[in-house]
């Protein structure tokens, strides 16, 4: 049962719907009926920006922060060394981050709109039960809502607005990323300044007076507001028709000319929970063409991705990648003040605001240029990805050694902080494109709400380890130590994601570089003709250590066409 979970099926769309869906509004009322309004025709870029806004909506749960001692002064008068109020936080991402994960395979199978509509009603939920905990002065409430359902929705939200955006940009799955991304980022300092408004605190403020006052009309003010967001965009999201094309390439980035038949696909392997699409014939991988590329990396299942050694490699160096993200920033301001001695109020809002601002510069620019790359140069486009993920990660070590050398100059202390987060905030930025050309658009969702379990679970532990952290010169040296070792494992460990489908498909274990294997590991399993033979849901491809001058065909239009009459 568990297992069979992970398997995941793409539906079909019915005609009703995809007429129904050619208008941005649309309702579902059951019996393949589709209530509509007949005003605003579709535009993937309505949902872009969508998406946008659900992210944008996600980044409130950092404004959490803010609240924190807040609620701890009217639960408990105090905002002591306890810090109750911060178990909530952790529990939030806690919840966030298995339900991210957990929740790929039933967004796929439903498609998004179902799932949204489910997210939204536990965020609403959530703002309820922790407007009620304030009222009532009831902390297990704030528990169960705020940590508990809040986190749970936000978790679900993400995931569907991330693995729907980049099954319609194909073609810019880079600028798509990071834009929406760069809304999570926006969203954090938009809510945390909205709520320091509430509370009548100062975000730069060198000291603050915690009253408790605001905190009851917290919850309501915000709830409003993402609930209204959040069910708009449900009634936006929608997966594409399986015509749908844009520049000339379907939903995978295959050229239209070059794919087969798209009910063949989802007969034979969609239906039986493989994510597969090949083109005519894998070009030659000097050519470095989209072609080469997408032909092979369908031939997998969701199973095949999870358990495969360049997802988990790449899911320990995006951990190393977020790092300063999760350490250096919720920081910030205690680093501004007592180790750079910064006593200006002034002062200390500016070097938070350029840093904040490197963060967003890094998410929109690190995505957008990996499709640069992949444009201009004709890239493979997993490989731009990882030279740019690879370089971002670069940039963190030469940081990370610089750092603790410039404590007592500000202004090169600013500059290299920003500099850090804008890596960090670029690494995150480029995971969803990044995993969708690795491991194919039905794939995202499930891989990338895995690979932020590291995310969430990076969050709870600096969390729990911040929450008695001693500011001192020694103390952030160390901090910034720790994270150097960690991000050089992580550059070291992207070695093993192998971006090449002839490494990626090799009958075993198989690393090349300039054309020459340096480790070559043959399993000698059995090839099948078809995938009905292969009992274990698996399409195991016998490849050649080299390209043959012939070509590699996976799948060959004019001979297999006339197989499965095709009309081809």
């Known amino acids: 049962m568990w297992c069979s979970y992970w398997n995941i099926i793409v539906p079909t769309k019915s005609p009703a719907e995809v007429m129904a869906e050619q208008w941005l509004v649309v309702l579902p009322m059951g019996s393949d009926f589709y209530a509509r309004l007949d005003c605003i025709r579709f535009h993937r870029w309505w949902l872009l920006l969508a998406c946008c806004l659900v992210q944008f909506c996600a980044g409130s749960v950092y404004a959490f922060t803010m609240v924190a001692d807040s609620l701890d002064v009217y639960f408990y008068g105090t905002s002591g060394a306890n810090k109750q109020s911060s178990r909530v936080l952790l529990l939030a991402y806690i919840f966030l981050g298995v339900v991210s994960a957990i929740c790929g395979p039933f967004v796929e199978r439903n498609g998004p709109r179902p799932a949204m509509a489910l997210g939204t009603l536990l965020v609403f939920l959530g703002y309820v039960i ?73 975000v730069g403020a060198l000291r603050t007076i915690i009253t408790g006052n605001g905190v009851e009309d ?140 490197g963060n967003l510069g890094g998410r929109f620019i690190s995505p957008v240029l990996s499709d640069l790359i992949i444009r201009i140069f004709y890239a493979n486009p997993a490989f731009a990805r990882k030279i740019v993920f690879v370089a971002l ?25 920003a500099t850090l987060t804008s890596a960090s905030g670029g690494g995150l930025a480029l995971m969803p494109c990044f995993i969708t050309d690795m491991f194919g658009v039905y794939n ?9 379990t590291s995310w969430s679970l990076g969050a709870v532990i600096s969390g729990a380890l911040l929450s008695n952290f001693a500011f001192t010169v020694q103390g ?50 059995l090839t099948r003709d078809t995938i009905e033979d292969d009992d274990d849901d698996q399409a195991s491809i016998a490849t050649p250590t080299t390209i043959p001058k012939d070509g590699f065909v996976l799948w060959n239009h004019q001979v297999d066409g006339k197989v499965y009459d095709l009309g081809v």
């Open 218 to 357: 917290l919850f309501w003010v915000l709830g409003t507001f993402v609930v209204v967001v959040l069910l708009f965009c449900t009634l936006v999201l929608r997966t594409p028709p399986v015509t749908y094309a844009v520049n000339g390439k379907d939903i995978h980035g295959v050229p239209m000319h070059l794919a087969p038949n798209p009910d063949h696909v989802q007969d034979e392997y969609l239906n039986v929970g493989m994510t597969f699409v090949n083109y005519d014939v894998i070009q030659r991988e000097m050519d470095g063409t989209d072609g080469f590329y997408f032909q092979q990396v369908k031939a997998m299942t969701l199973l095949q991705c999870l358990a495969s050694t360049d997802f988990i490699c790449l899911y320990v160096a995006f951990a190393a990648n977020i790092v300063p993200i999760l350490v250096f920033l919720p920081q910030i301001r205690q680093i501004a003040i007592i180790i750079i001695g910064l006593r200006n109020q002034t002062q200390v809002y500016h070097f938070f605001l350029y840093t904040y601002i």
């Open 130 to 202: 922790s407007q009620f905990s304030i009222t009532y002065k009831v902390y297990f409430l704030l528990l169960v809502g705020f940590g508990i359902l809040l986190g749970s929705g936000y978790g679900l939200v993400l995931i569907v607005s991330i693995s729907t955006v980049q099954k319609w940009f194909p073609d810019i799955r880079g600028y798509a990323s990071g834009l929406c991304i760069l809304f999570f980022a926006i969203g954090n300092g938009a809510f945390i300044t909205v709520s320091s408004k509430l509370l009548g605190q100062s």
């Open 393 to 417: 990660l670069i940039l963190q070590c030469v940081v990370l050694v610089l750092l603790p050398s410039y404590m007592h100059n500000p202004q090169v202390f600013q500059y290299l902080a």
């Open 444 to 452: 995202t969702g499930t891989m990338y709400g895995i690979i932020w």
């Open 476 to 525: 952030v040296t160390d901090q910034l130590h720790w994270m150097l070792i960690l991000v050089c494992v992580g550059t070291g460990l992207m070695f093993f994601v192998r971006t090449n489908s002839m490494d990626r498909f090799f009958d075993g274990y198989q690393i090349t570089a300039c054309g020459k294997p340096l480790v070559q590991v043959s399993f000698h399993n």
